[in-house]
């Protein structure tokens, strides 16, 4: 049974930067497009960010934190991380990892098979 588990959520003040880390387990990790999907309270899931299978070059940023985020990939720890800079208030979410097999050039949630529980953000103005 695949297993996906996110860290590194917490509380900053705007502008500041968190570090979110995934690990999975069950699952050949470098097989998989890794992503991080947001939550926020009331809104729809947004896809934020992914990053392809076996690669460390093919990636995705939302409009939204494109220059700001940056997602990047171990593939021989298993582990996904999103580096969060300049945070705004509205990045505040709940932030998902999630496994997948197919790669667009849209960020889909139903492309993805596995997914952790979420980290939070907090970002405060």
Known sequence: QAQVEESGGGLVQAGGSLRLSCTTSGLTFGDYAMAWFRQAPGKEREGVSAIKWGSTTTTYYANSVAGRFTISRDNAK???????????????AMYYCAAGRVWRELLWSDD??????GTQVTVSS
């Open 112 to 117: 993805y098979n596995y997914w952790g529980q």
């Open 78 to 92: 298993n582990t996904l991380y999103l580096q969060m800079n300049n945070l705004k208030p509205e990045d505040t």
